[in-house]
């Protein structure tokens, strides 16, 4: 008999491969980030280009010998004739000018863009995607997808080995070891909705288990079952109140049906029947709550960071918990969740019996890249289990779970390398570090090949610490799957149809970049190294005649300590901004600190500040975010336009109490200068660096580029929003245009010639209206002041 921990799914493949070689994601991978991408000027095209066509070649001998004797359509004859001439001139014709459409795409793989979460995808990554997608798999079901289907076995064990989820042998199994278990979604989203809908059902599972006893004749020779509550009681669960089957341990819960066919002898078929008619899969939320959750007053609860992505109030929706019932839980000064806040919420949470569905800790936030302290998430729930109240934790590593790979040795043969000089990239700090590597102790992860992962959409995925816990979405109990059965992937989670290709693509990617520290942990380390030495640029950028200040949301560690910032910021400008890579490699000091300065992971949010004539530092929140928002228009790419006349692509965000709490607005506002201004909303700009090539050109650093290009942009903004005011102080009634009285009674005030005050009429009034409209004003004024010297007679 299996014993009642073996159950969430071994892997089981060997029966899988009578012929042929199994596929199998282990060993030591390549070193080369050169041969891993096509290039910014796709060096690497050649190469790409041999091997499309040998993906084509193979799938048509493939196609061609799949019972040769049998007839085809497309006869010589057939291609000569008009119609077929027609129509692929018009293939031809069609598709050249979708190539040309598509120049209009954005382009990820140039260091010039600073935005989303998107960079060049690998090579192994597109070839696999590319060869399964002739084969057109759907991963909904194994006869749709015979190979990719095991693919994605593969890949989901080779997932959870890099996220720290250890993959026990067959026999360790049948001992009792708890296998993990992961699968491809479509996204992050998908996955996290999932991650929800299972920790809601795994809450609620002993309610039904508890009526099912009560009322199935199927399970009456297991109404002595005992559990053991999650502060250490041993009790039968029927004897156990409501209260305490909603705070049960996870690994108890899904110990469950297993010991009910290894202590009573009841099937898994059995099982599942019985607890069909009191499910809540079954019953639907408001006839489970009605009949089973009668005693509890408060409706459970999602707690998730201030810095949460949409999809968790999504998944409320979608799952009837309701967005009203996701929590925020407040950022500290660094936009991280607030363990203390943290506590409070949770403690009123068992002070009030309100159940607690998961605590979700965000592993790399998608606006700052912040990394919440999972480490303190997992011990505060061992201290309250002792209290009587327990929960999920729920990972969202949706970016930053990749980065998981810079702590996983390399697997295999280590290669002899020629000695040489340090390599230009950085690990990560030791907060970060200890947070990834809790990992393995949450009960589910969401982690994206599609963004750290560096593999084309789509491809998120969702792994479990315990396999089982799969099963909680599905309409059958948790168990192993046994014998000849088909190998399933796709009744797990909300998707139906789903492309093999993107397993394909996952597959051949850490076939060839190992999820190790020399494969993607490689990659991961060049991106930090390049994205902390853009950190210190910003820091450093306003030089002391520049009339504005860039302020990075990271705090410098002399902030976070207390110690003296200016002689961090010293050591900074000397040490590690203006050198080349080689000082810097060379100089330990400052390596030792690179690693903790900037942001947790590679996206890095700012903002700039102007400063007024006299040298002040402008205090209007206001008017510091409406220079945000400016600088944002001019490196921001608008529909339609050509690409090519783009330096520096970025993207925006705002920063609001409501979310974020009060912390952290205050502090930032502050930091900015703007403390004293009404608003507690901020607008800030955000750049991610992804690439891991070297910023070193012969005539200096890409960092100069990307330097030049901010900085023009800033003066241009700051310029612009010069005017902005200026025509705001000429529009006395307010009314969005300039009028003759209008421009005549301040131009005159500052003592000019009406022919003057036409001229300027002339130049602005581009539509003949009369009136001058602001992006007239915009458009002409600079050119007019050039001309006339205004500027001297006119005040912002």
Not at 76 to 83: A, F, I, L, T, V
Not at 191 to 209: F, G, T
Not at 419 to 444: C, F, I, K, N, W
Not at 673 to 681: M, R
Request: with cysteine; charged share 25%; aromatic share 8%.
């Amino acid at each position: 008999m299996t014993n009642a921990n073996s159950r969430g799914g071994g892997s089981g493949l060997k029966r899988y491969f009578q012929f042929g070689e199994k596929p199998f994601l282990k060993g030591a991978g390549t070193k080369s980030p050169e041969a891993w991408f096509l290039g910014t000027k796709a060096e690497n095209a050649e190469e790409l280009e041999r091997l499309v066509v040998e993906a084509i070649r193979d799938h048509s001998f493939w196609r061609r010998n799949f019972h040769p004797q049998d007839p085809t359509h497309i006869t010589e004859q057939s291609k000569r004739h008009p119609s077929y001439l027609h129509a692929m001139d018009s293939l031809r014709d069609n598709f050249r000018s979708l190539l040309s459409f598509l120049k209009k795409s954005v382009p990820f793989f140039s260091g010039r863009y600073q935005g989303h979460m998107n960079w060049d995808t690998t090579l192994p990554s597109v070839l696999g995607y590319f060869a399964a997608m002739l084969y057109n798999p759907n991963n909904v079901a194994f006869e749709g997808s015979t190979a990719t289907t095991l693919l994605e076995m593969i890949v989901g064990d080779d997932l959870c080995r890099m996220l720290g989820y250890s993959i026990p042998d067959e026999d360790a199994i049948e001992r009792g070891a708890i296998r993990p278990w992961g699968h491809i979604t479509c996204g992050g989203t998908i996955a996290n909705i999932e991650a929800i809908w299972s920790a809601r059902n795994l809450k609620l599972y002993p309610l039904a288990l508890r009526e099912a006893l009560k009322a199935e004749p199927s399970l009456a020779t297991a109404r002595a079952l005992t559990v053991t509550t999650c502060d250490g009681r041993k009790e039968p669960l029927l004897s156990l109140d409501t209260w305490s089957l909603l705070n049960l341990k996870v690994d108890d819960i899904l110990a469950l049906p297993g010991r009910l066919t290894a202590e009573h002898g009841i099937s898994g078929d059995a099982i599942t029947e019985a607890l069909s008619r009191h499910s809540l899969q079954h019953l639907g939320i408001l006839e489970f709550s009605r009949r089973y959750l009668g005693d509890v007053k408060e409706s459970p609860v999602v707690l998730v960071p201030a810095t949460k992505h949409y999809s968790f109030p999504k998944a409320a929706a979608v799952l009837g918990i309701g967005s009203a019932n996701v929590i925020d839980v407040p950022v500290d000064r660094d936009a991280r969740m607030s363990l203390p806040d943290l506590e409070r919420i949770l403690r009123e949470c068992l002070q009030a019996r309100r159940p607690v569905y998961t605590v979700v800790g965000v592993l790399g936030s998608t606006e700052e890249s912040a990394v919440d302290p999972l480490k303190g998430i997992l011990e505060m729930r061992q201290a309250l289990q002792k209290s009587g109240l327990s929960f999920t934790v729920h990972a969202d590593g949706a970016w930053g779970a990749y980065f998981a790979a810079v702590l996983r040795p390399d697997e295999g043969p280590r290669e002899k390398e020629a000695p040489h000089g340090p390599p230009p990239e950085v690990g990560m700090s030791g907060y970060v570090t200890a947070q990834l590597s809790a990992l393995g102790r949450a009960d589910s992860i969401t982690v994206d090949p599609h963004k750290s992962g560096y593999i084309p959409y789509p491809a998120g995925a969702l792994c479990y610490r315990n396999g089982a816990m799969r099963d909680m979405v599905t309409f059958k109990a948790p168990y192993i799957v046994h014998g000849d059965e088909e190998p399933a992937v796709g009744i797990y989670g909300l998707e139906g149809s789903k492309p093999g290709a993107a397993v394909a693509a996952v597959y051949l990617s850490h076939k060839v970049i190992r999820p190790t520290r020399s494969g993607y942990g490689q990659i991961h380390r060049r991106a930090l190294f390049n994205c902390k030495r853009f950190y210190a640029r910003l820091l450093c950028m306003a030089r002391p005649d520049d009339r504005f200040v860039i302020v990075p949301v990271p705090r410098l560690q002399a902030e976070v300590s207390g110690s003296d910032v200016e002689a961090e910021v010293r050591f900074i400008r000397e040490r590690i901004n203006r050198r080349n890579e080689d000082e810097l490699l060379a100089d330990p000091e400052a390596m030792a600190l690179l690693p903790e300065l900037g942001p947790d992971q590679n996206i890095l949010t700012y903002a700039v500040n102007f400063r007024n004539p006299d040298g002040s530092l402008n205090t209007d929140l206001e008017q510091a975010n409406r220079l945000n928002k400016a600088i944002y228009d001019l490196l921001s790419i608008d529909p339609g336009d050509e690409i090519y006349g783009y330096g520096m692509i970025v993207s925006t965000t705002d920063f609001s109490e409501e979310h974020y709490g009060k912390t952290f607005i205050e502090d930032y506002k502050r930091r900015l200068g703007v403390s004293s201004s009404p608003g507690s909303t901020v607008t800030v700009l955000r750049s991610t660096t992804m690439a891991p090539w070297l910023l070193s050109m012969p005539e200096g650093s890409f960092l100069d580029v990307l330097e030049f290009e901010l900085r023009d942009a800033i003066l241009k903004s700051m310029m612009r929003d010069s005017m902005f005011q200026i025509f705001n102080e000429i529009d006395t009634n307010k009314d969005g245009v300039l009028d003759v009285a209008e421009v005549m009674s301040k131009f005159r005030e500052k003592g000019y010639r009406d022919e003057e005050v036409d001229a300027f009429l002339r130049m602005c009034d581009l539509d003949k209206s009369g009136t001058v409209s602001l992006e007239e004003f915009l458009g002409a004024f600079s050119q007019f002041v050039a001309k006339s010297k205004l500027a001297s007679g006119v005040s912002a």
